[in-house]
């Protein structure tokens, strides 16, 4: 990772070299202090405080409890300046800068301070024509690879038994994440009203605990596609070993190769994956696979407004991906003939399924680190606790929108049985 | 309204004068025959038959039960067929083409026989920039007039006693309209998470009765717009009568003049007035007027796709109104700092309204003709069966949409207190 200056705690004063004489070093300190306020203006004057290597600290200073950001040295500094989104995530991984305290907590008031709502930037504008919109199979195909082919055991570190990668649904906020993931699981399939005997295509099914489910209490039979090797590996082992294998069909191929006729379509946690401008050509899709009086859900993440994604989450964590705003989703619905029946937000329910998350990680770093490096878990751990304060702060949303065909009248009357006491998924259409 | 074939039942052969030798008289049927079938084509060869003056019958004879269309004499198929979408309304009211049969069922046929997904035609598309997408408020005003202001009486014939004018809610399919109307009423306020000693306004308060109903129910001081000068006599008056004038303040201006901050907005049947390149604007409203923890609720006739309203009720009946798509919507709320938290379509809601509606207006319509004249009675009778067979085909939608302001966390944690058996509003945030 090239040469870096590691530190645990605060930075003693004068441990950068700083060179040329007295004056020249306080005018140059001054610019830099000058450059940090401006800095600090430009995202919205968070009330935060840095601490600088020279041990002068600036920012805001009336709650001295707030977490710190620790700057290790003037080129550091001057990175961050230079591209804040990006060289954030870099400096961090690298220890040349460093929070005090609750990191989740710190960039929480980072992103709240941003100014809402949020108009592009001139480089946001600039750079927008240069963003993939799209995902061709090969790209998609190298951007799941690059996330969820690291290895089984690494998330088996963190995630619930299951594997369920993607929001949990609490309908008590104090579930474990076990339960939670389960709840999701049976929430979604109350959503679809699935019965016994019908049939599903699930595109884009992790480690296919969904599909596994859906078949074991609900009786239907599941065809689910994903490209990453690694988790169909894990679903397949998973399907012999419950008996699901005559009932849940594990494909290993691109959702573009679905083809058929289904009762259902469900798709949870993939729609972040795939490019904008191939949101027609998946409702097109849809539209063609699903029976005359078929159910669909989509659960993805998304944005209250259109925005690009972080770039060094892109750059090092998801690929390609891309958190839609509604109306963005909509270009998959409307101009193919379906019918939106409910769109619910589960952005409080993300952020505490990461909470969950972030703490198993934490608990787990030592093994994370023997299986990768030091570098990788702060990578991570970063990622994490800045989803966790991107939903919390409303940066990100979860949605959840189910549909219909356009003009299919065999469909809920209302939503009263998804909340019956009972639990019972035989919903009457 | 001119002169016109009036008729009652199929018109004998012969009644309309032809003209012309015996020759003539046969090649201009043929021709008419193959206008018509190319007619029926472009809308899709909707499993219907027409029955011509002459006595002679075209289109699908598979099901005669099937409700059929009676054209009365030879302009008025020429007319029809020049612009099918806006003479159907005009002919039908004055008595030139005539439905056999239940009206709603041969609309419904028509419609759902429709190609979908729609494509605008090239009419359509050149229409298009012509098209008002703006109501500034002296239009607002006049549109406002023009169907509102027609009389207290009239609407007391048919709608329910609060006079409650937009979609109820059947929690139970069975219930009368009444209880729907106080259930809709009700579950808005649900949605809401009205608590005793909040403040909300109301942007198109219709009667007043959802104004009136959050103050004596939900103990909330409530400021509520509307131009329409006879809907808000009639609210003020029931102010008076249930001793709420110190809670409900009713207020004649446009909604663009609200000020103020307030703990909830609701606007209830309103969007639909609003110009499409309004939006932004209204939306900007409501970003100040909402308290920091406030909650909103909008509820709107939608489409699954964006399309102009139809000509004819443009004209005859909502003059610049746009039952906007998801994605229009979202017009709203992107840009202007709000998170949606929950959408509900309840279109099936609104096809059950509309029968209760339709029902009561065939009850009421020798009233209605006394009110006005026969051909009012037959508008009114075609724009109410052509809303409900809209609703039940699927080309309208109603959506309910719930948010926030963004990055707001005192929002709900789940939708499971909307759904409590006892039904109470006094839901924990």
């Known amino acids: 990772m090239g040469a870096h200056t590691s530190f645990e705690g605060p930075p003693q004063a004068g441990t950068a070299p700083t060179g040329g004489s007295e004056p020249e070093r306080a005018f140059s300190l001054a610019a ?17 405080r840095v601490l600088l290597w020279d041990g002068q ?6 709650n001295p409890q707030a977490p710190r950001l620790v700057i290790a040295d003037r080129a550091a500094l001057l990175k961050l300046m230079a591209d804040p989104e990006y060289r954030f995530g870099e400096l961090y991984v690298t220890r040349r800068i460093d929070v005090q305290g609750d990191l989740c907590e710190f960039l929480e008031i980072l992103f709240r301070a941003l100014p809402r709502p949020r108009t592009m930037g001139m480089k946001e504008r600039l750079l927008a024509p240069l963003r993939v919109r799209r995902n061709p199979p090969q790209r998609a195909l190298e951007n799941i690879h690059h996330h969820y082919d690291i290895g089984n055991p690494f998330y088996r570190l963190w995630l619930d038994p299951q594997l369920v990668y993607t929001c949990a649904y609490f309908a008590d906020p ?21 019965r016994p005997g019908e049939t599903v295509v699930e595109a884009g099914c992790g480690w296919g605990a969904l599909a596994l489910h859906m078949a074991r209490h609900h009786g ?26 005559d009932r849940v069909e ?16 469900v798709s949870v946690g993939m ?20 029976a005359p009086q078929g159910r669909g859900l989509i659960h ?18 998801f690929p390609g991906a891309c958190p839609p705003s509604l109306s963005q989703m909509m270009t998959l619905f409307e101009p193919n003939g379906l019918s939106v029946l409910d769109v619910e937000n589960l952005r ?10 972030l703490s198993r990680f934490d608990a787990a770093s030592a093994q994370v680190q023997q299986l990768f490096d030091a570098d990788f878990v702060r990578t991570w751990r970063l990622y994490l606790a800045g989803s966790l304060a991107s939903f919390r702060a409303g940066d990100l949303q979860l949605y959840q929108v189910a549909f219909s065909r356009n003009g299919c009248n065999h469909i809920p009357w209302s939503r009263h049985d998804l909340y019956a006491t009972n639990g019972s998924a035989d919903a009457t259409l």
């Open 32 to 48: 830099e202090r000058l450059l940090l306020g401006r800095m600090l203006a430009s995202v919205g004057n968070p009330p935060l």
């Open 57 to 62: 600290e600036i920012g805001d200073s009336a």
């Open 174 to 194: 104090q579930a474990t994440l076990e339960q939670a993931q389960i709840g999701k699981m049976d929430y979604i399939c109350r959503k679809l009203r699935l």
């Open 220 to 245: 239907v039979r599941v065809r689910a596609y994903n490209l990453s090797g690694e988790q169909l590996e894990h679903a397949r082992a998973q399907a012999r070993e419950q008996g699901l294998q």
């Open 250 to 265: 594990f494909v290993q191929r691109d959702y573009r190769t679905i083809d058929g006729r289904f009762d259902a379509f």
């Open 271 to 290: 729609l972040e994956h795939v490019g904008l401008d191939d949101y027609a050509e998946l409702g097109a899709l849809i539209h063609r696979c699903l």
């Open 300 to 317: 993805s993440i998304g944005r209250d407004q259109a925005g690009s994604m972080n770039a060094w989450i892109e750059r090092h964590i």
């Open 348 to 357: 409080l329910h993300y952020a505490r399924t990461l909470e969950h998350w």
